[in-house]
T-cell receptor, first 115, second 116 residues
Framework: AQTVTQSQPEMSVQEAETVTLSCTYD???????LFWYKQPPSRQMILVIR??????QNATENRFSVNFQKAAKSFSLKISDSQLGDAAMYFC????????????FGKGTKLTVNP | DTEVTQTPKHLVMGMTNKKSLKCEQH?????MYWYKQKAKKPPELMFV???????INESVPSRFSPECPNSSLLNLHLHALQPEDSALYLC???????????????FGEGSRLTVL
């Protein structure tokens, strides 16, 4: 069974600094997606960034980038120039490409941004 | 339009009540989902509808009854709930197939349910 592990229940960062959230996963599939979702206190889950496993290039969205290590089954999220609005729960998620509709979520990391 | 709209935002009900949660999307997505989320926990999948047919039921108690009247609407009927069912109920949708399928789920803001 696929599993997603986020080993950092909580993280904090100073405004304008950089922080990295960790995620590892376990799967025997070769084609899959990986996602980072953000859930602010207002509660709506929003996609931050996605990565397709067949792509070697790491995904980047403005201040957000990932370090995707397929062999190590690692998918970390780097947030640069942290802003107060980045404070939220961050969930790493895994989905099989062309397979079940299920996404497997990690337990989440609560990010606090200090002014 | 990239929204998933859920109503009501808040619901308080007694254990003998019957109520419904509603979800609507107009993105042409063919898969719709119900998730349950407790505080500080990840979402837990309850049901998936794919092309308006129930494709996944994660062994959810029968006091939760999903319904998909058409490709844009998803309901969750609630009856004889327990206090431990109090949670945030999230609806989501995704493009099931084709070039537009990115695997991404689009979530609504959720319905906060309190069972007294």
């Amino acid at each position: 069974a696929q599993t997603v592990t986020q080993s950092q229940p909580e993280m904090s960062v100073q405004e304008a600094e950089t922080v990295t959230l960790s995620c590892t996963y376990d799967t025997s599939e070769s084609d899959y997606y990986l996602f980072w979702y953000k859930q602010p206190p207002s509660r709506q889950m929003i996609l931050v960034i996605r990565q397709e496993a067949y792509k070697q290039q790491n995904a980047t969205e403005n201040r957000f980038s990932v370090n995707f290590q397929k062999a190590a089954k690692s998918f970390s999220l780097k947030i640069s120039d942290s802003q107060l609005g980045d404070a939220a729960m961050y969930f790493c998620a895994y989905g099989v490409q062309g397979g079940s509709e299920k996404l497997v979520f990690g337990k989440g990391t609560k990010l606090t941004v200090n002014p | 339009d990239t929204e998933v709209t859920q109503t009501p935002k808040h619901l308080v009900m007694g254990m003998t009540n019957k109520k419904s949660l509603k979800c609507e999307q107009h993105m042409g997505h063919r898969a719709m989902y119900w998730y349950k989320q407790k505080a500080k926990k990840p979402p837990e999948l309850m049901f998936v509808y794919s092309y308006e047919k129930l494709s996944i039921n994660e062994s959810v108690p029968s006091r939760f009854s999903p319904e998909c009247p058409n490709s844009s609407l998803l309901n969750l009927h609630l009856h004889a709930l327990q206090p431990e069912d109090s949670a945030l109920y999230l609806c989501a949708s995704s493009q099931r197939s084709g070039r537009a399928n990115t695997g991404e789920l689009f979530f609504g803001e959720g319905s906060r349910l309190t069972v007294l």
